[in-house]
């Protein structure tokens, strides 16, 4: 069967109130790029926001049409958080040309797709939008924060009976969406493929902590004090990355990246509520010099028994390069040769 | 006489409506509407101002390094501290990165892809335009997303990743470059030019700034045939259209500077109105919302003392985009500005002869390509790995600063003050607030407002295409502009 054979996959994408910060992310897909992946995995984009042609009136038509069924709809994206405000009349997002709440527009549109998934944390749980005193009354299609419900409410089920898919992230990697997809085209996703909060459990089984360049410092507890250092950001610059699901460690962002490799802290993104913390983002709450958070499975009396026998044996190397923003001290290359 | 909505703009950042009254087939009339309001402000509001290099960058996903440069700006100028060269350095490479990726991906995804409409197939040049550069299916589209994502492996080395980095700090950059890194970057940029001067221009970059007039840029133009590059495609598709002949404005250009290194910018600051420089001065600008959906201000005010608060009443106005004026003056940005402002030669003699307008914009930004590749060569060099890249500095609890730069699509400005640690104001005043900004206390329309007055639009016509031009050559940005 050739590609052109097999069944097409539709796909369409709305941004409600983000950044498009996803979608731009999604622009950085890479071996193969974003059209390539598509195109290979039947997927046709029926309409996205930064990429189609066609506008005004005739994407009004496009989505008046998939309401009705004219137009298959086997995957609903939306990006961003869902503005319920003002007293709900959802006037914070009038999706333009049509008079009409961006809100209901989506409200609709879930009743048709197959699949919906929500693109970003934004999406997903209400996201930075939803931060500070939530002024726009901002939710998620499935949750505000850590309650079930948001706009579509908790008994939601898309056409084919699994909840909103959450792909969580501020931003997304474009493989956590792509992926994702890809899965949902080829056929055999299933509820258990999504973890406690409806992310994919393809990149939320892992932890951030997971395959990150700073490990060994993080044995030793030879932490960075400052910004630019390269000691573990965990005792004292918020990393989250021992708590945070996801794998930007392991499978890198722009060819190289991770929020750790720039050099900053984890801000756990992927989870709902991240925007608010309750304490400053770069700098780590402590009780009595200690860490509050501590990686989530450990029993805190042995992370505090492990951490100060750690410290006590971290090598000079370690202690220098954790407080300089370049290696200091390369490691031992053993003896040498005495006859050289 | 009649009035039609159009939207939504697909193909711009954000949602977008314009309302036009259509006389003798052309506007007579326009009203720009940005129909989401985002409360960024208020969410920001009594927090600690650190937390800001957070929350902005989230305003936007396609400007959100220079939202982090803007923030940290303002930072570094509350806590008086100075960037050592190669934290300046690793900044400016991070946000011409952007910037550059901004315009590349403006020109190819979202700007050309109106000439390949079915509207023009009369024309000679729509069968290749439209093989090249149809939205998604053309030529150009899978080609420059490769491109483009080879080049943003910059964001990986330097910033973690793009967007939402939070390797820009008040007092450099978070991450130290080692020698072999500083390596790479160089092969990144020598490979992303070659691309260039490939496909875009068919010419080197440095003989792409030789060109410094009209009549240069003609020769040039028309010394190879069209389908040679990219850039003399558009010149060649504008020239019979005449898109030097659309959207024109005639206000005052203004850029607030960007890149500095030891104390000077790369693009200078300024503003120029009728063939003449003025310095800027910050202290003129205001903000008025007589037109939009926004209280608590009853007359225009600098951002310092700027408020946003959404009013639930539909008839307040007709926006939720404030009105920026320059001394009560309405205000283009964008590159068209900033290179007139710098004095580049090809652009000001472009503008001195028919003004901004849809032509000179694009060619302002693609001008602007080649300018900023060869600085991040330079900036590149200068690297001097195991040297500091980041210092740190205390911040005091009272004070207040701002961060002023220039993101592609013009000028962005943060304005924070500080009491007792936390925010008690933060004020973003964003490019295309200026750009597609409503009418103020005047009456006195926008940028955007202006330049849609005398574009055609055809009875028959369902979305005018000349409108579609005009609206995308100014690269709008909704989401930052109802930050």
């Known amino acids: 069967m050739s590609a052109a054979d097999r069944k097409r996959f539709n796909l369409l994408w709305l941004q409600s109130g983000g950044c498009g910060g996803c979608s731009l992310s999604l622009l950085c897909a890479e071996s193969p790029n974003l059209l390539a992946t598509l195109e290979g995995a039947g997927i046709e984009m029926i309409w996205h926001p930064m990429l189609s042609e066609a506008s005004g009136s005739e994407m009004i038509d496009l989505l008046n049409r998939t309401m009705a069924g004219e137009i298959p709809l086997d995957a609903l994206c ?15 997002h009038m999706l333009s040309g049509s008079g009409r709440p961006m809100m209901h527009w989506v409200r609709d549109l879930a009743q048709v797709a197959r699949y919906t998934l929500a693109i970003g944390t934004g999406a997903s749980f209400g996201g930075i939008t939803s931060g500070g005193d939530n002024p726009t009354d901002a939710c998620g299609l499935q949750y505000s924060e850590n309650r079930r419900g948001g706009l579509l409410g908790g008994k939601y089920l898309s056409g084919e009976g699994v909840p909103v898919i959450n792909v969580a992230g501020c931003p997304t990697h474009p493989n956590w969406v792509l992926d994702t997809l890809m899965h949902l085209a080829a056929g055999g996703f299933r509820r258990e493929d999504l973890d406690d909060w409806q992310r994919p459990r393809s990149y939320c089984d892992h932890l951030v902590h997971h395959g990150c360049p700073r490990n060994e410092f993080y044995e030793y507890k030879a932490s960075a004090q400052q910004s630019s250092q390269g000691g573990c950001m965990m005792e004292h610059m918020g990393c989250l990355g021992t708590q945070a699901h996801a794998d930007c460690n392991i499978r890198p962002w722009n060819g190289s990246g991770s929020c750790l490799k720039g050099g900053y802290a984890c801000i756990n993104c992927t989870r709902p509520g991240f925007q608010e913390p309750g304490h ?61 | 006489m009649s009035r039609r909505i159009l939207g939504p703009f697909n193909r711009v950042e954000g949602d977008l409506e314009v309302k036009i009254e259509i006389r003798d087939e052309r506007v007579s009339e326009a009203w720009v509407t940005s129909p989401m309001y985002r409360g960024f402000e208020q969410i920001l509001h009594g927090k600690d101002p650190r937390d800001a290099l957070v929350y902005t960058p989230r305003v936007c996903g396609i400007c959100s390094v220079s939202q982090s440069v803007a923030a940290a700006d303002a930072l570094s100028s509350i806590e008086g501290v100075e960037r050592p060269p190669n934290g300046e350095l690793a900044i400016n490479l991070i946000h011409a990165c952007e910037n550059l990726a901004d315009h590349f991906t403006h020109f190819y995804l979202f700007f050309m892809p109106d000439f ?60 130290g470059v080692e020698i072999h890194e500083k390596m790479r970057l160089m092969s990144i940029l020598a ?41 003399r495609r558009f010149l060649y598709l504008s020239s019979e259209l005449k898109l030097h002949e659309l959207g024109c404005t005639c206000v005052r250009l203004m850029s607030y500077g960007v890149y500095p290194l030891r104390g000077r910018n790369l693009f200078g600051q300024g503003t120029w109105k009728s063939g003449a420089f003025t310095p800027l001065r910050p202290e003129e600008i205001s903000e008025d919302i007589s037109h939009s959906w926004l209280e608590g201000q009853p007359s225009p005010k600098h951002p310092y003392q700027g408020v946003t608060l959404p009013d639930a009443d539909p008839e307040s106005g007709y926006t939720w985009c404030k009105a920026p004026r320059l001394a009560g003056e309405v205000v283009e940005v964008g590159a068209i500005a900033r290179q007139m402002v710098d004095g580049q030669p090809l652009i000001r003699d472009l503008v001195g002869a028919s003004g901004s307008n849809v032509r000179n914009r694009v060619v302002a930004r693609l001008i602007e390509i080649p300018r900023i590749l060869l600085a991040m060569e330079a900036w590149c060099r200068e690297l001097q790995p195991k040297e500091p890249f980041c210092v740190t500095a205390p911040l005091p609890d009272q004070a207040q600063g701002a961060g002023m730069t220039e993101a592609a699509r013009g000028s962005l400005g943060h304005w924070v003050r500080v009491k007792n640690g936390r925010i008690i104001n933060y004020q973003i005043v964003a490019p295309t607030t200026w750009n597609f900004s409503p009418r103020d206390q005047c009456e006195t329309p926008g940028p955007l407002e202006q330049a849609l007055v005398g574009t055609p639009a055809g009875e028959s016509e369902k979305e005018p295409l000349a409108v579609q031009h005009v609206v995308r050559s100014f690269d709008p940005c909704m989401v930052c502009t109802v930050h």
């Open chain 2, 116 to 175: 390949a409409r079915d509207a023009y197939r009369e024309r000679r040049w729509h069968a290749d335009v439209a093989a090249r550069f149809r939205g998604i299916k053309g030529s150009a589209a899978g080609q420059i997303m490769g491109a483009r994502a080879e080049f943003m492996h910059i964001m990986g080395l330097l910033a973690g990743k793009w967007p939402h980095s939070l390797s820009i700090q008040p007092g450099g950059s978070s991450r």
């Open chain 1, 280 to 340: 400053r983002f770069l700098e780590t709450p402590k009780i009595a010099g200690i860490p509050i958070g501590l990686p989530t499975d450990m029993p805190k009396a042995w992370f505090v028994a492990l951490a100060s026998l750690s410290k006590a044996a971290t090598p000079k190397r370690l202690r220098s390069n954790a407080h300089a923003d370049h290696i200091v001290v390369p490691p031992s290359c053993g003896k040498r040769d005495p006859d050289e």
């Open chain 2, 191 to 231: 490979s992303f030019r070659g691309f260039l001067e490939r496909h875009l221009f068919g010419d080197t970059l440095e003989g792409m700034l030789e060109i410094g007039s009209e009549q240069q840029l003609l020769e040039w133009c028309e010394a190879e045939p069209p389908g040679r590059s990219d850039f």
């Open chain 1, 78 to 92: 939306i990006e961003g958080a869902i503005k319920r405000g003002p007293k709900g009349s959802g006037r914070f």
